[in-house]
T-cell receptor, first 114, second 109 residues
């Protein structure tokens, strides 16, 4: 089992450019989470999916961030346009179901916006 | 609003010494508390959760509702315990985890 897969692992872009992150959760996991982790901070939830439905996107900056999980499996998180303050590690996690306490994290995508 | 505080950014101990990583939380309801760990070049993973009342890799943590704390303890630290440790809270009935800022533990030989 590969665990949660994320790509790319690293991304460097200039400000105002778009960027996208991809996540493939553990097979059979219905719940998928996107977190952002700023330097020196803990992860902060951006959005949570149950199957293909976004059930908690209250922390997602909707003016520039968007996410989708069209078939209820893999997911894409997009930023357009990126700002300097978006530099962070973007983590994807999955769990078997909403009541499952254990979230399994991917390796993250480290984004640097210049 | 719920909040998790880890007062120590860095903690350094010698091998064989006891270690305690502090975690305090702010939440008015009935919380669920977790400790996550991230070893060097590895992904974040669950270490233990308070409802299991189990010991993992020699670590234990007791939820103290009176002091609103969930400190992580190990009587004899090992070098392989060196890692980032994050305390996290989930409010009852919600799937949202709120993380602390983390404590970097270094166990010196």
């Amino acid at each position: 089992e590969a665990g949660v897969v994320q790509s790319p692992r690293y991304k460097i872009i200039e400000k105002k450019q778009p960027v996208a992150f991809w996540c493939n959760p553990i097979s059979g996991h219905n719940t998928l989470y996107w977190y952002r982790q700023n330097l020196g901070q803990g992860p902060e939830l951006l959005i949570r999916y149950e199957n293909e439905e976004a059930v908690d996107d209250s922390q997602l900056p909707k003016d520039r961030f968007s996410a989708e999980r069209l078939k209820g499996v893999d997911s894409t998180l997009k930023i357009q346009p990126a700002e300097l303050g978006d530099s962070a590690v973007y983590l994807c996690a999955s769990s078997l179901d909403p009541g499952q306490e254990t979230q399994y994290f991917g390796p993250g995508t480290r984004l640097l916006v210049l | 609003a719920q909040r998790v505080t880890q007062p120590e950014k860095l903690l350094s101990v010698f091998k064989g010494a006891p270690v305690e990583l502090k975690c305090n939380y702010s939440y008015s309801g009935s919380p669920e508390l977790f400790w996550y760990v991230q070893y060097s070049r590895q992904r974040l993973q669950l270490l233990l959760r308070h409802i299991s009342r189990e010991s993992i890799k020699g670590f234990t943590a007791d939820l103290n509702k009176g002091e609103t704390s969930f400190h992580l303890k190990k009587p004899f630290a090992q070098e392989e315990d060196s890692a980032m440790y994050y305390c996290a809270l989930r409010q009852g009935g919600s799937e949202k985890l709120v993380f602390g800022k983390g404590t970097k533990l270094t166990v010196n030989p």
